[in-house]
């Protein structure tokens, strides 16, 4: 079955520009996570959506928000780019029942300029 | 809650030598435990995972992670480092929220070197 499709792959914004990523899971899968990856900070958790409802947050500030559609795909939204929102944003996909494992896109590499 | 602790930020082996990346766990129930590969520029690939079943599991390209419920630990290793295991590896915890679902925390990753 098709894994999980992240668009776009490269993205090259200006400060103060807004962005929308997309995301659409596995098949049958209800889970959706995001994930900002930079050399400084690693890999931190943004937000998860679970059957169109955001069910955890990470420690980011407003400019970043998402949401889920009834098919599963998600979409996460930053406002307001700044310089240091160039990262791979990741997302994640699962059954999110007990004990099974996430799979994940290819990323979206977002350069703020 | 829980918690996963990565102990070493950066790990560097010689070809052909044992890997050893280590991770420790906090949790508060039975958990689920997962070790993740990432190569450069590239998503994360599950290596393995133990749900508890057999507490040594295996995983894919030789590599194998022992729980250890005493010592709150789940490391990773490899008998023989290649080349091509040089890449960044997450270890993860997941432990459930009720209604047969799952919440995850991942480590903060650990780099792999692998000197020729």
């Known amino acids: 079955k098709a894994g999980v499709t992240q668009t776009p792959r490269y993205l090259i914004k200006t400060r103060g520009q807004q962005v929308t990523l997309s995301c659409s899971p596995i098949s049958g899968h209800r889970s959706v996570s995001w994930y900002q990856q930079t050399p400084g900070q690693g890999l931190q958790f943004l937000f998860e959506?679970?059957?169109?409802?955001?069910?955890n947050k990470g420690n980011f500030p407003g400019r970043f928000s998402g949401r889920q559609f009834s098919n599963s795909r998600s979409e996460m939204n930053v406002s307001t780019l700044e310089l240091g929102d160039s990262a791979l944003y990741l997302c994640?996909?699962?059954?999110?029942?007990?004990?099974?494992?996430?799979?994940f896109g290819q990323g979206t590499r977002l350069t703020v300029v | 809650a829980q918690s996963v602790t990565q102990l070493d930020s950066h790990v560097s082996v010689s070809e052909g030598t044992p890997v050893l990346l280590r991770c420790n766990y906090s949790?508060?129930?039975?958990?689920?435990l997962f070790w993740y590969v990432q190569h450069p520029n590239k998503g994360l690939q599950l290596l393995l995972k133990y749900t508890s079943a057999a507490t040594l599991v295996k995983g894919i390209n030789g590599f194998e992670a022992e729980f250890k419920k005493s010592e709150t630990s789940f490391h990773l290793t490899k008998p023989s480092a290649h080349m091509s295991d040089a890449a960044e590896y997450f270890c993860?915890?997941?432990?459930?929220?009720?209604?047969?679902?799952?919440?995850?925390?991942f480590g903060t990753g650990t780099k792999l070197q692998v000197i020729p």
């Open positions: 994640a996909s699962s059954l999110s029942r007990e004990g099974t494992e996430a799979f």
């Open positions: 959506y679970f059957s169109e409802t955001q069910r």
């Open positions: 949790s508060s129930y039975s958990p689920s």
């Open positions: 993860v915890v997941s432990e459930g929220v009720g209604g047969g679902y799952q919440k995850v925390t």
